[in-house]
């Protein structure tokens, strides 16, 4: 099929429609309105269902009651809209229910702004709600991978029957680029959903979707259980690209957004004869501890950038174990960095020496 | 060979996990006739039940069909997202008073408002029983709870919430009564109420709710016959029994 010039917000709707998505429920809040917008449309149409809440909490928990009853369900929201939906999230997890929840990441805290920011990192990446659990997570650079890894989401997420983030920016929301929706997607083998509670029909005995177990260990018995998930995650389907790496002296650190403007710079230097890589975190949970295995002896720093104050440097400085100096580029408050203010960090670091 | 006969017996849309409530609490009953009215419309096989936190949040055991359970005052939202993409199915939210008058009032209200084809089940002690005894926005003025030791004070706590009276007035709902199961008279009367509620469900007529008056014998500090003439004595006078909104009558004149 020919590319297709989409805005992100709707070309993330339509590829929930391609990804085989049942159900949206969600609130309107900015930088993603587009996109619950389309889906009012379009849902419609091909007979699946669309219902704009009262709230994203009661959004969240539609979403609990349609994959419960075996559906796939997407919800959106940004940043806030994020942080009201939690408890939703953890019951979710805790019930192993699989949802697609896409985050139009804004700037924070409290009502914070209306502009790009990467600053939910640690709220994605650690669960977010009440409990121990963790939600697979994908960032996105561009618009055709986040419509490729929108199609494939609701697969992982009945892979693994724990929600799947997809986490972006007000950028990726806003900006048009052109989208192949056919590109071929990964296949993951699915079970039949005979655990959903959506009426016993004479054919089984009934089931409860719950997260409740009163008996201490019943409820330890089930951590360990998600805990295998997340093990498999981490063991299995870590996700990330190097970019420029074989010969690189220094290394960027970033996803999403920043990862596209990270190549901007890496060109730049190129052009002025310094040998910069990127290593750029697909999954940001699982975080990719694979890639910095792969990190060649001729790089000298790593330097994370972000558009938050410094977050995904703590997994950074995690993986890297101590091995090399990890320096920190971040622009917050819904300002996006220039590439000219990451070649000019770069210079710093390297110049240094 | 004398003949036996069977006049009574449980009904099978209750399982045989044992009840944890406590003696005197009514939830029993009115778990017993939401069982029977699902039998009775032959709806059990496609039922499926959203319980809520409190005291009943245990019920996904108590019943012998599909259950969810709900976050606190989300029953109505689970309710929502399941009866939307499986539109055949018969969908009940089971919630008391703190639950959906309080923290849920905004799932509830708007569950009602967009006519979701659902029924709600509301239990009404004027109390939150499993947490041990606090002031709900059902309490009656004066009534003494946990946080409201000397008694609600109208002044300080606003004055008990008439739920159902409420719901009635909002346009997307279809059915609300208030009923009792205080003695058998008002049991007969409250599980025709109910099976009125799942039968407009079933009909797809839109969204029903019933308001049960319940008992708290325990938080109440009374004996359960104490408890069941307070509530009558109380309860019914502040909270009057009766049709709230019937709309398959609306639309029939």
Redesign the interface.
Known sequence: MAKVLMKGNEAMALAAIKGGC??F?GYPITPQNELPEYLSKHMKENGR?F?Q???E???I???????????R?LTSSSSPGIALKQ??IS?LTG?ELPAVIINVMRGGPGLGGIQPSQADYKQITRGGGNGDYYLYSLAPESLQEAVNLIKESFDIADYFRNPVMIAVDGLIGHMMEPVDFEQEIPKWDLKEKTWA??????KRD???????YLDPQDLEDHNYKLLDKYNEMKEKHQRYELVNMDKADIAIVAFGSTARIARSAVEMLEEEGINCGIIRPITIYPFPSKAFDEIPSSVKDLLVVEMSTGQMIEDVKIVNEGKLPVHFYGRVGGIVPEAEEIVNKVKEIVGEK | MAKTKTVYKKSPGLSDFPLSYCPGCTHGVIHKLVAECLTELDV?????G?GSVGCS??N?DF?????????HG?AP??????????P???VFTYQGDGDLASIGI??A??AA??GENITIVFVNNAIYGMTGGQMAPTTLVGQKTTTSPDGRDPQHSGFPLRIAEMMATIPGATYVERVSVHDPKHVNKAKKALKKAFEIQKNNQGFSLIEFISTCPVNWGMTPKEAIDWAVDNMIPYYPLGVYKDKTKEDNA
């Open positions: 049942d159900a429920y269902v219902v809440s009262e709230s909490v009661a959004a928990n539609m979403v609990y009651g349609a994959a419960g009853g075996g559906a369900v408890e939703g019951y019930a509670a959506d009426g016993m029909r004479g009934k089931n409860v979707i719950n997260s409740l | 059990l096989e496609r039922s499926v959203i949040a245990l996904y019943f012998s069909f599909d259950m969810f359970q709900a976050a989300r939202a689970v309710a929502t997202g399941l009866k939307r993409v499986r055949d199915t018969m905004a799932e209200i708007h408002h967009r």
